[in-house]
């Protein structure tokens, strides 16, 4: 392996976190830092702790300069209480900044409504999911060059926490729309076009059935839209936006929408370029960004068998790195991954190889792993 030598620059701060998160800081060119940035890590369910361990594991290899913070938070293996959850928001409150995999919500009801991973959401007002179904190249899917964002209001909406029994026999579960909640979703989503160069952005509703809550979210999103007058405003039903999507999903650019049909969307268009193994996402408030999988599956009968695509939480965990301002480490980690997905071996693990002037991640077949220095060595 090649002698490592680092050029050092002075440490760059965190982009700024605005209402649009993170969209308003310039472009800058790939630097490495001489800073160690801190980063709240809530590994989750199911094998979202082997993929947080193939983040460690290649983020350790790539020399990148991150600490982690990690917390065990779960519903379903007796790691949930009240105190673990201040102590994760008050790491998340501090560090600005997370990776989080899935925290399995079991479907008991137990005498709270809200799951522990709703409730983390709505503490930091981590208001805008974002996730952006991008193809990449050595996955055959029928539908190729797939490039579209899915944005989600995920603070109230469907999701709202708020069911009764009114009489025996009979569940109220009530479905919330405010005006403020979703022109602050829609002006996320009309300036996140603007800053990526987007040129469309369509909204996701059912208002001809829920005619008072998604006709409440339609007005708001027009009267955003009429600020914008250089992007296409579209609206379509959320049925026959599946059912596009599944056609022709190349029509649509970037997508806004409530929170239900944010999480069907999220996942039907993850299976077009590959399957929620492949997908990453974000989700932001005025002030945190944390990073995940942009379909969210704990997978857990998975756990153990070494399965698991890493791919989507290393995207992720890339994403982070440009948010941080790593933008060199942004760029190695994301275009390794890339390269290892372009080639389209088999292998059962991976390698991270330093030459000369960058780290690239390469194949190794199994029976040449017994040659390899363990601190080599990474989960592919």
């Known amino acids: 392996m090649a002698a490592k030598s680092r050029c050092i620059t002075s440490a760059m701060p965190l982009r700024p976190l605005s209402v649009s998160a993170g969209l308003c800081a310039p472009e800058t060119s790939p630097a490495r830092a001489d800073a160690t940035f801190k980063v709240t890590m809530v590994p989750g369910d199911g094998v979202g702790p082997e993929l947080m361990t193939a983040v460690k594991d290649v983020f350790k290899a790539g020399d990148v300069p991150v600490e982690f913070e990690e917390f065990h938070l779960s519903e379903v293996q007796n790691m949930a209480s009240e105190e673990k959850l201040e102590q994760v928001l008050t790491s998340m409150k501090t560090n600005k900044v997370a990776m989080k995999g899935k925290i399995h919500t079991p479907m008991e009801y137990k005498g709270e409504l809200a799951s522990y991973e709703m409730r983390l959401r709505r503490k930091l007002d981590l208001f805008a999911n974002v996730v952006h ?15 579209l964002v899915i944005i989600r209001e995920q603070t109230e909406g469907e999701y709202s926490s708020l069911e009764h029994e009114s009489v025996p026999g009979v569940i109220e579960c009530l479905k919330i729309i405010t005006r403020v909640k979703s022109r602050r979703i829609a ?3 009309f300036d996140y076009a603007t800053k990526k160069g987007r040129s469309k952005v ?8 829920m005619k008072l809550a998604d006709g409440l979210f339609l007005q708001c999103c ?27 999903p190349y029509q649509f650019d970037v997508l ?35 990073f995940e999988t942009g379909a969210r599956h704990p997978f857990a009968q998975a756990v153990g068998r070494n399965i698991a695509n890493p791919t989507a939480m290393l995207l992720s965990a890339a994403n982070m790195l440009k948010h ?36 690239h991640f390469t194949c190794v077949p199994a029976s040449l792993m017994p040659f390899i220095t363990s601190n080599q060595r990474i989960h592919s």
């Open 133 to 147: 179904v991008n193809s990449l190249p050595g996955y055959n899917t029928r539908h190729n060059n797939l490039d």
């Open 187 to 189: 002006k996320f989503a």
């Open 202 to 209: 369509t909204a996701v509703h059912k208002a001809n059935i």
């Open 222 to 248: 027009a009267e955003i839209a009429e600020l914008y007058p250089k992007i296409k405003y579209e609206t379509i039903i959320i049925d026959n936006a599946c059912m596009q999507l599944v056609q022709n």
């Open 256 to 290: 806004v929408m409530p929170n239900l049909y944010g999480n069907i969307i999220d996942n039907l268009a993850a299976g077009l370029v590959g399957g929620a193994g492949v997908v990453p996402g974000e989700s932001y408030s005025a002030e945190y960004a944390v």
């Open 324 to 359: 941080l301002n790593l933008e060199y480490h942004s760029q190695m980690v994301s275009d390794a991954v890339k390269k290892v997905i372009k080639q389209g071996k088999v292998r059962l693990c991976g390698l991270l190889i330093y030459a000369g002037s960058f780290w």
